[in-house]
């Protein structure tokens, strides 16, 4: 048996028990399925043992496994605790996706008022998902975005805070039909073909919340672009393919473009505060508090009538069992406005 054994290892196998399920858990952890097992494998040669017997339609825990999980859990345990009392003076990451939008900076601001002794950072993913494996790898502490458009495997690895419910808006060329307009009836784009990130393996969830919101209104999903980098270049691929953008009423206006919300109904993206499960960065209390009452004051997470999200988006949000400040039922109300 090795005199030492590497914490990836138990946390692999870990993270296998609890799902009983080797590519659930490869997408929780965030490393290709091939790399688990090979790691799974390891530990049984250092333990000398068969810890799983796999089959083609199921895992399960030998009696060796069983064991070993309670003992491979409080290692693991006493190393997150270790790592998080060294992590106390490191920055707070948070990814606020892009930064033209005000909101998710609102309350970062807010989160340094009330932790003045911390020192919290913005970073730029570009979409939840892709943030979700940065999290998940212990490279970022917190991001914004759609939870309920995440695949399950990386949500069980992840906890949130319904923080707003942010009106979109479409990202039109100036000479399009529609730009002259104040706002944009969704029935007017049947027919359309809009931009929704199809392809860019960092957003599917708002690709995923464009496909809702399309179904039965004769509207297409524009079919993948070039993953352009950088503001310079996204505009240069929209030029060529002329197609209009599905945005939020906050979004920047690029160059010969115009800026129009989405109307009857008002569709809304569900955003939520979203963070690592386990221990976490001592500043992340402060983050989790600002978002708190930012939205108690402004009516974030009130409905107005005539609004759109789906159904099982709203149900997540009303649900959640979080944050005590944030616990508020939707109700149609008289909600104050706000920029994205």
Known sequence: ??????????????????ELHFTRAAVRLHVAQQALSRDVRRL??????????????????????????????RVLHAQDELLA?????????????SPGLVTPR????????????????????SGLTGAAGEMLAGRLDASFGRFGGLDPALRAGLDHQ???????????????????????PLAELAGESVYAGAGNPRTPEWTGLARLLFEGRGIEIAPPAPLAVGEEEFQRIMARTHNPILAVVGFPALASTVVRPLVDPVPLSPVSLVWRRGPTHPALDALRRAAALLAAEMGWLCRSAGTWTPAGDDVLMASHDGHDSTRRPHRTCACATFDA
């Open 1 to 18: 048996m090795a005199a030492h054994l590497d914490p990836r290892l138990l946390r692999g196998f870990v993270t296998v028990a609890e």
């Open 44 to 73: 049984e040669r250092e333990l000398g043992t068969e810890l799983f017997v796999r089959t083609t339609r199921q895992v399960t825990l030998t009696t060796d496994g069983e064991r070993l999980l309670p003992h491979a859990r």
């Open 85 to 97: 009392a060294f992590h106390q003076a490191r920055p707070l990451l948070v990814d606020l996706n």
């Open 106 to 125: 609102r309350v970062l601001h807010e989160a340094r008022e009330l932790a003045p002794r911390h020192e919290l950072m913005a970073r730029y993913e």
């Open 162 to 184: 319904p923080v707003w419910f942010e009106p979109m808006a479409v990202v039109l060329p100036e000479d399009h039909r529609l730009a002259a307009w104040e706002s944009v």
